[in-house]
């Protein structure tokens, strides 16, 4: 089965004028405790304007009361982007017909149609089973329960720690690989290929952190805590294999050699700028040729000084030893 897309900016934009805490919230879950249905439209551009039919102007102070108050007509309730005003109330909408949606129920469908053809954000409520679906950025967003939903994201928090796990010891691996000059093309897509797995789970967890609002001050946290600078890591692999990167087949076996350029190892580098790793590498061209360097080579590189070059060495100096050091303990 193929996984869901990635959430848009879009989405979480419009989930985070959603997310508990928040005003339209409020009004929200007025109208699913009152049984009603509704179908909001978090913008009152002209291009909104103008598939609105009927219906009466407001221009009044959004509160969550007069939301759920205008909820009992059975029209379209029109409120500002910044959701500071309801502009209109108790309209039709006549989005585009043939714009295609999945939905069944009258409500949804126009709730989709609107949201994929002009763009804006829609949050559609049903009355009959109290479902509340944003629709924002070509995608939906059911929302769940927070109590439910704070019971997937620690779950899912444990699985991307144990992911995170694995993709430490493929990355200490690879390393190893790195500096014994025998990496191959399998292992560094089992690195890239983890953290890739790791991304997915953090953008997952990252969406329910923005629906779930101020419930999700914690999990901000630890999320933080597991996946800071991992970006960084998996970003530094790919530019050390250009050719992987860039999606370049090679012919054979997996088991190819590939030989990195040396940034993931620079990184380690203290005040290293990129700039000059990117330079270091350039010169040198692999990582190999960089290890057996000595600090006067590395020197003779634009832009790099004696002081930088000696850090540099004896940076690299340290790693070999430490990882060759971690085979025999």
Do not use: W
Not at 240 to 267: C, F, K, Q, T, W
């Amino acid at each position: 089965m193929p996984s869901p897309p990635a959430p848009t900016d879009a989405l979480h934009a419009a989930l985070a004028q959603v997310a508990p805490g928040t005003g339209l919230r409020d009004g929200i879950e007025r109208i699913v405790r009152a049984k009603m249905g509704a179908l909001v439209v978090v913008s009152d551009a002209p291009k909104v304007l103008a598939i609105c039919s009927g219906g009466f102007l407001l221009d009044a102070e959004y509160t969550p009361q007069r939301l759920s108050e205008l909820a009992k007509m059975d029209g379209a309730i029109i409120i500002t982007d910044d959701g500071t005003r309801i502009a209109r109330a108790n309209v039709h909408l006549v989005p585009d017909p043939t714009v295609p949606t999945a939905e069944t129920g009258t409500r949804h469908r126009t709730a989709e149609r609107v949201a994929l053809s002009l763009g804006v954000p829609v949050i559609s409520v049903s009355e009959e089973m109290s479902v509340i679906n944003v629709y924002a950025g070509g995608q939906r967003r059911q929302l769940q329960d927070i109590g439910r939903l704070l019971d997937r994201a620690n779950q899912a928090l444990q699985t991307l720690e144990r992911y995170k796990e694995k993709l430490d010891d493929a990355t200490r691996a690879l390393t190893t690989l790195e500096i014994e000059d025998v990496a191959t093309v399998h292992d560094v897509a089992a690195v890239v290929q983890r953290g890739e797995m790791v991304r997915q789970i953090a953008a997952e967890i990252e969406t329910m952190i923005i629906e779930l609002g101020v419930d999700a001050r914690l999990l901000r946290l630890q999320l933080d805590e597991v996946f800071t600078s991992l970006d960084d890591e998996l970003d530094l692999v790919l530019a050390d294999y250009p050719a992987l990167a860039e999606g370049a087949s090679i012919v054979g076996s997996s088991d190819a050699p590939a030989s990195p350029m040396g940034l993931r190892l620079l990184a380690r580098v203290p005040r290293l700028t990129h700039e000059q790793a990117v330079a270091i590498t350039g010169c040198f061209g692999e990582l190999s040729r960089l290890l057996r360097a000595s600090a006067a080579d590395i020197a003779k590189v634009p832009g790099v000084n004696a002081k930088t070059a000696q850090a540099v060495k004896d940076t690299l100096d340290r790693v070999t030893e430490s990882t060759i050091l971690d085979q025999y303990i």
